[in-house]
């Protein structure tokens, strides 16, 4: 259990049989009356974010978010195939629960899979990936006096933009985090 004074961003409390994340919370003490604090939470299931209020000292649940190191192994139907680091046993996944992650999945890769009450609720990336720049159009001389971007196409599908000096072929990191080019490999 969990006290509503000790809801910090990033927390995970459980309400109503679904998992929340708090992400962000207000410690509110009026001059009159009780203090209560007031919380924006994620469901980490829908991905839904709702407000909610709790008095000062009232206790939650914690919601036992397990997380599982997993390889991304291979695409088979709608399913990802991962295989736990540590029993070696393997895991299809949807890519319905994976949600948008999947754009950046690239075979052998480590990524973080959240469980609770032993289904996937999230996929945690790393942070960058370095990817192939599959389809873009080619920088026309003169075009870089603005410093523009291009949309590029990378190696796992995903569409984001890039300068105007990226060729085809090229190798970029890219954050998974804000879908945004940081530099060549």
């Given at each position: 259990m969990i006290s509503s004074n000790d809801l910090r961003p990033g927390v995970s409390v459980e309400i109503d049989g679904a998992p929340y994340k708090v992400i962000e919370f207000l410690h509110v003490k009026p001059g009159k009356g009780a203090a209560f604090v007031r919380t924006k939470l994620k469901n980490m299931q829908t991905g839904n974010v709702v407000?909610?209020?709790?008095?000062?000292?009232?206790?939650?649940?914690?919601?036992?978010?397990?997380?599982?190191?997993?390889?991304?192994?291979?695409?088979?139907?709608?399913?990802?195939?991962?295989?736990?680091?540590?029993?070696?046993?393997?895991?299809p996944i949807t890519a319905a629960q994976i949600g948008s992650a999947v754009k950046y999945l690239k075979e052998n890769m480590q990524v973080s899979i959240l469980r609770w009450n032993g289904q996937v609720i999230d996929v945690e990336l790393p942070n960058t990936v370095v990817l192939e720049v599959v389809e873009t159009d080619p920088g026309v001389k003169g075009d870089t006096a603005t410093g523009g971007t291009k949309p590029a196409k990378l190696e796992t599908g995903a569409e984001i933009q890039v300068p105007l000096f990226i060729k085809v072929g090229e190798r970029i990191r890219v954050d998974t985090r804000t879908d945004t080019y940081l530099g060549r490999e």
């Open positions: 407000e909610k209020t709790f008095r000062a000292g009232e206790t939650l649940p914690a919601a036992t978010i397990e997380k599982v190191e997993m390889q991304y192994l291979y695409a088979e139907g709608n399913n990802l195939v991962f295989m736990d680091m540590e029993t070696y046993e393997q895991a």
